[in-house]
């Protein structure tokens, strides 16, 4: 069984990403929203574009921590800003 945190920001996640990266170490990726293709049901304004849609600190053990800017039309709280993805051989 694998374990993966999942925490969401409000336009502060690089920030966070970053704080974390300098504690614990490790690799950071990150996609921005400007990286996903255009959707006309999904528009992205001006200044979302440069959030992170999915960023992730990855260690040589391979554990990781994914982190994400929330959707600008939807905020999160403290509180229900995270997630934990459990992966399991089989059901």
Request: charged content about 25%.
């Given at each position: 069984?694998?374990?993966t945190?999942?925490?969401?920001?409000?336009g502060?996640?690089e920030?966070a990403?970053k704080?974390?990266h300098?504690?614990l170490?490790?690799?950071i990726?990150?996609l921005?929203?400007a990286?996903m293709?255009a959707?006309?049901?999904?528009?992205i304004?001006?200044?979302?574009k440069e959030?992170v849609?999915?960023?992730?600190?990855?260690?040589?053990?391979?554990?990781?921590?994914?982190?994400?800017?929330?959707?600008?039309?939807?905020?999160?709280d403290?509180?229900?800003?995270?997630?934990i993805h459990v992966?399991?051989?089989?059901?």
């Amino acid at each position: 069984m694998k374990i993966t945190p999942y925490i969401f920001f409000n336009g502060n996640c690089e920030e966070a990403l970053k704080f974390y990266h300098s504690v614990l170490g490790g690799k950071i990726d990150i996609l921005r929203y400007a990286d996903m293709p255009a959707e006309v049901d999904f528009p992205i304004s001006g200044e979302w574009k440069e959030k992170v849609m999915h960023g992730s600190l990855t260690f040589d053990d391979g554990f990781a921590i994914y982190f994400s800017d929330s959707w600008e039309d939807a905020p999160v709280d403290k509180g229900n800003n995270s997630n934990i993805h459990v992966n399991v051989e089989s059901e």
